[in-house]
Structures are given as structure tokens and as C-alpha cells.
């Protein structure tokens, strides 16, 4: 078994469930405007925003555009007219307040903090994804938090991960894997930046991206197998 210095995780649906804090945020959104959401509503809103974090993650479109246009093009397919931006803003408030973990999240850090050095590294706003960590209790066990909204680049940018690199004290090349459960972010960007790779895969999704992650899990407490020092009690 390799053995590694740095763990790089992603947060949302890797450490944290971002499925059902995102179900309560549009919830309490679409309350909000006097809607119920519906499973049609809340699939169609889903396949919009997946479309625009991807042209975000190629890098035709910035993160502004797929936060302020996201629901404006939403509610375009009902025929209404809405302040995307001003949507967005309340939305932003209910979606920071949901810290839900994954299962088993918690035990693998506390385990993980004295033997690796952790770090997080993240697509996403920065004011958000701080309160959903600290909220979660998460936040201490890692040595630096990584944004995009900080940094001025995205997961999969080399540019992204240099950054991280260089404000890593005696970083060792080759010595980090990232963890993550988005092929198109986290395990090409970690290929791109020399990291190995662990892809987080609970629903079984088949690859088609033609990515060859170097570990797949399904639950959290698998990083056990791959991380010989890792105490085995989870």
C-alpha cells in the first residue's frame, strides 16, 4: 500500500450530503414563493444546474454566471420571469444553514487528523461552504480550506491545485490523494495535479468518462483499506 502524507477531499457529497441539504434549501425556497416543489420541478432544476457547473468546470462560463442564471433559466421553462440574482441570494441563505454529514464522515476524520495532514478543496462560495463546515464540526480537523471563490481558479485547473500546493509548508510531490465523488472535478484534476485519486461512488455510477481513478470506494470507512495506518475502528 502507498503510503501518503496529504488527503485532499472535496465536501459536498463526499464529506457532506449535499443531496438533502440542496432538497431542503429548494424546499424552503419555492415555499418562500408560495410553490410547492414537485419531483418534476426539483429533477428539471437539477439537470440545469449539473449543465452549468459543467461549463463552469470546462471553463466557458464563470461561477457568477451559473449562480445568478440558474434559476431565471429555471422558472423560463414555466413561462416565468424572475430575478435570478435575487433568487439566488435567498436560496444561498436556506442552502448555507444544511450541514447534513455523510455517514461515517466524522469517525474517518477524527481517525484521519493525527496521522495525515487534511485539507479540503472545493468548487463552491466560500461563505457557504465555511458555516456548512463549522456547522457540521468538521471545520477543525483540517489544515487549510480551499475555495475556488478564493483561490480565482476551479477544480479541475492545474492552476487550482498549484495554488494549494505552493501555500502547503514543504509540500512533497506525490505524496497526496484526492478524494472526491465528481469525476469531471476532483479525480481529473487530481490526475492533472499528480495526485492519486479516490473516487467516492455510493450510488455505483458507471464510469463513462474514460478517467481511470486509483482507488473507487462506496462508503467512507473503504478509505481503511487503501490507508494502511488508519485505525481500524471504523
Known sequence: MKAYKYLFFDIDDTLL?????????????FAEQNMVLTADEERRYKEINQSLWN???NGKIDRDEVLNTRFSTFFSHYDLEVDGSLLERKYRS??????????GAMDLIMNLQHQYELYIVSNGVSK????RLRDSGLFPFFKNIFVSEDTGFHKPMKQFFNYVFDRIPNYIPGQGLIIGDSLSADIKGGQISGLDT???NPLRKENQSGLSPTYEIQQLKELNEILPSLVKTL
Open 17 to 29: 450530503d449535499f443531496q438533502a441539504t440542496e432538497k431542503e434549501a429548494l424546499r424552503a425556497l
Open 55 to 57: 461549463a463552469y468546470e
Open 94 to 103: 436556506y442552502l448555507e444553514q444544511g450541514h447534513h454529514l455523510i455517514d
Open 128 to 131: 457557504t461552504q465555511d458555516r
Open 198 to 200: 479516490c473516487w467516492f
